[in-house]
């Protein structure tokens, strides 16, 4: 059996392009490979709080040590690392705002990378905890920002989520680009299309 986790960061609703396309990966997902069992965060819905001192004082407190009220402040990033940690695939929708993720994807990253559980700091280096996961990050963006694009320097949202998610140890990401949706459907369409060969390479490799 898969897990799929499908973390969508617009807060625009039914209206969200990136959240439509989040949608369509996990209904094709569900379709193909019924066995897949899907937990869907949508942080439109329902924003994470953004951190404050009680949840930083409680990250660096072992948690023997934490008070109730340390413990509850962190039981929120605890929630959303679980379910990080026990995904096989995670599917992210991502709104490109102002050149970047939206700040609800933001402050859901301030959530999960935390140290100790994230990542940790070996004599080397970091190192990424959260490994073995296939990501697809589904991004929306009004403009074009393909490479060889004149934009395509502008695009922060990729090289930021590529490095973040690298740096937690997710190395596995593929990028589905929903670019220029301003401009007419062309966007959406690219974005469906490798999605359905997402999909055709997963049903390959689990009947392989
Ligand atoms: C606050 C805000 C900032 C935006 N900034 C950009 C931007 O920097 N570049 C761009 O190409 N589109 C920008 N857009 C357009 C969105 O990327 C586009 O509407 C996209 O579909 C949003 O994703 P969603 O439909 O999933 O909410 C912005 C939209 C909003 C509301």
Redesign the pocket.
């Known amino acids: 059996m898969t897990r799929l986790l499908a973390v969508t960061s617009?807060?625009?609703g039914d209206?969200?392009?990136?959240?439509a396309l989040v949608k369509k990966i996990t209904n094709d997902w569900k379709d193909h490979l019924p066995t897949t069992e899907i937990t869907t965060r949508d942080l439109g819905a329902t924003p994470p709080p953004h951190i404050d001192g009680m949840m930083i004082g409680s990250y660096f407190t072992p948690e023997e040590d934490r008070s109730d009220v340390q413990q509850a402040a962190i039981s929120y990033s605890d929630e959303l690392l679980d379910e990080l940690m026990t995904a096989d695939v995670i599917v992210i929708?991502a709104?490109?705002?102002?050149?970047n993720i939206s700040s609800l994807l933001k402050t859901w990253i301030d959530h999960v990378a935390r140290a100790g559980r994230a990542f940790r700091y070996t004599e080397t280096g970091p190192e990424g905890l959260i490994k073995g996961k296939k990501v697809y990050v589904i991004t929306?963006?009004?403009?074009n920002?393909s490479e060889g694009h004149p934009a395509h320097a502008m695009d922060h949202q990729t090289p930021y989520l590529k490095t973040m998610l690298g740096f937690m140890g997710m190395d596995d990401v593929t990028f589905i680009h929903?670019f220029g949706?301003?401009g007419g459907e062309d966007g959406i369409r690219a974005a469906e299309e490798q999605i359905d060969n997402v999909i055709q390479a997963e049903l390959v490799g689990h009947a392989a």
Not at 15 to 19: F, R, V
Not at 140 to 143: F, I, L, V
């Open positions: 617009s807060p625009a209206q969200s392009k990136s959240s929708g709104p490109m705002y102002n050149f929306a963006s009004g403009g920002y929903a949706v301003a």
